[in-house]
């Protein structure tokens, strides 16, 4: 008798379903459901944007350096960059190529020889602590190109920390209710309890629905952007290479 009373408290107090049981909560169950659902919109979004983004970016360098590899000379590199769409490597390249460029200019003046004068090796060099700007100056540029493609990730990062934590309120919330329900009916049977520890369960499980594939995409792609992040490195190296090749520097 006592197992048919507790089943018959169980069919009334749960709704049939997972849509019933949101339509029937409390309006603070529905205010945290809402939020997690935005953030889980959003989270979304970024994702496929910098998918999007990054996978765009990764293809245009590593065509970019391959061409690049190709190439015979300081000119013909240029040329190449010139030519090419703005991506990453491109504007690390010209931005290099002018920052040793106007550096010459500037020893040339500093030297008092003329802006005709032969190409002396004393007016192509530049100090150490130009090149160790010139470093600077690539790494700065890298930096940017990488908070560009990267500047909506902490987003993920964000909704995947602070999803559980919404989620965790929505439980609390939903034990107090559930305690409210045993205060009101006077006992502590299932038809009190079952709805507050019901909410609370949804709130939790939309929570980490929201968090894990937020996370996920953070994960994987901050290490997509690190990829991307040491071929600038390496391709930086490459460029002064190729000035100390030709002589710029």
């Known amino acids: 008798m006592t197992a048919i009373l507790i089943l018959a ?69 240029s040329n190449l960059a010139k030519h090419a769409a703005p991506t990453a490597l491109p504007r690390l390249f010209l931005r290099g190529v002018r920052f040793v460029a106007d550096t010459r200019v500037i020893n040339r003046q500093s030297r008092d ?41 902490p987003w993920l990062a964000t909704i995947g920390s602070v999803s559980p934590l919404i989620g965790l309120l929505g439980t609390v919330l939903g034990v107090i209710h559930s305690f409210i329900g045993i205060a009101t009916h006077g006992s502590g049977n299932l038809s009190a309890v079952a709805p507050g520890v019901a909410e609370a369960l949804i709130a939790t499980a939309a929570a980490l629905a929201v968090a894990i594939p937020a996370t996920f995409g953070y994960n994987i792609f901050a290490n997509r952007l690190n990829r991307l992040d040491g071929i600038m490195d390496s391709f930086g190296t490459a460029i002064v290479a190729m000035l100390v090749r030709e002589g710029h520097i």
């Open 113 to 153: 020889l003329p802006s005709g004068a032969g190409t002396a090796t004393v007016d192509a060099s530049l100090t150490g602590s130009q090149i160790e700007t010139l470093h600077l100056v690539l790494e700065t540029e890298a930096n940017a190109e990488r908070d560009r493609l990267g500047r909506y990730l």
């Open 9 to 77: 408290q169980i069919g009334g107090a749960v709704p049939s379903s997972a849509r019933e049981l949101i339509m029937e909560s409390t309006t603070t169950t529905k205010v945290v459901l809402g939020i997690l659902a935005f953030l889980s919109l959003l989270s979304w979004a970024v994702m496929f944007g910098a998918r999007r983004e990054l996978r765009k970016a990764m293809r245009a360098a590593e065509s970019f350096r391959r061409e690049f590899e190709r190439t015979s000379g300081l000119d013909e590199a």
